[in-house]
């Protein structure tokens, strides 16, 4: 059985095998991200000429560790590649994100994609998207009214915390992780919590990725599209 970290590295540099000299990519967030990051570095160095955004300060401060070449998004009309990290990937490729809390940002980034390739272990394919707790972006003004109105679509909402501090996104909002067990039109619930006012957005990402690369413990990698 090959360990978790390395699953990630694996399905990582084969998601990056996608990218060409001379496109623009989003990079995404998380600890299988980082993994593409690290690799896609690599290859800057090696020569590759690439424009990247990050999807977070920690993905960004990473890129720029790694040297590569980060560009403000008024220089862009939109980027060719984005490659994320996700906490469950369905049959459909539809996926719950945010594990990372940088959901906001990764959803943006990714809807300016042309392609959005989806990276994880094997413990992340799921049938029936739910048993991860749904991120839900908050804004903090009345955010207890709008946990209330979260709780009336069926979940038990938790304010996510960090070292027993109110986790605060790099947006400055608040993340509400939804227990709502499994979700059986992800498409509706999207929509419902979109309608809630204080809702900011949600890790649901629905027909917005391309394939998804899965390393299996056996050693080996699927792609999903
Ligand atoms: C961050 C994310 C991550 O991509 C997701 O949580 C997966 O993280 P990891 O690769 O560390 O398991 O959506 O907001």
Request: aromatic residues 6%; hydrophobic residues 40%.
């Amino acid at each position: 059985m090959m360990r978790k970290m390395n699953l990630k590295k694996m399905a990582a540099e084969k998601a990056v095998e996608y990218v060409e000299d001379g496109m623009r990519v989003g990079l995404g967030t998380g600890s299988t991200a980082y993994w593409a990051i690290k690799r896609i570095g690599e290859r800057v160095r090696e020569g590759m000429t690439i424009q990247a955004v990050a999807t977070s300060k920690a993905s960004e401060k990473l890129a720029a560790e790694e040297g590569i070449p980060l560009v403000p998004f008024h220089q862009l009309d939109g980027l060719d590649l984005t490659i994320d990290g996700a906490d469950e990937v369905n049959p459909e490729l539809s996926l719950i994100k945010g594990g990372g809390g940088a959901l906001l940002r990764e959803k943006i980034v990714a809807y300016h994609s042309k392609q959005l390739i989806i990276i994880a272990d094997e413990h992340k394919v799921v049938n029936t998207l739910g048993a991860f707790p749904l991120p839900v972006e908050i804004i903090p003004f009345a955010h207890e009214w709008t946990l209330g109105s979260l709780e009336k679509l069926g979940c038990s909402p938790q304010l996510r915390t960090d070292n027993d501090q109110l986790y605060v996104t790099d947006n400055g909002n608040y993340i509400a992780d939804c227990r709502f067990g499994e979700i059986a039109d992800p498409a509706k619930l999207h929509q419902q919590l979109l309608y809630i006012p204080g809702v900011v957005d949600n890790g649901l990402f629905i027909g917005m990725a391309d394939r998804a690369v899965i390393a299996d413990s056996d050693g080996t990698v699927k792609i999903m599209e």
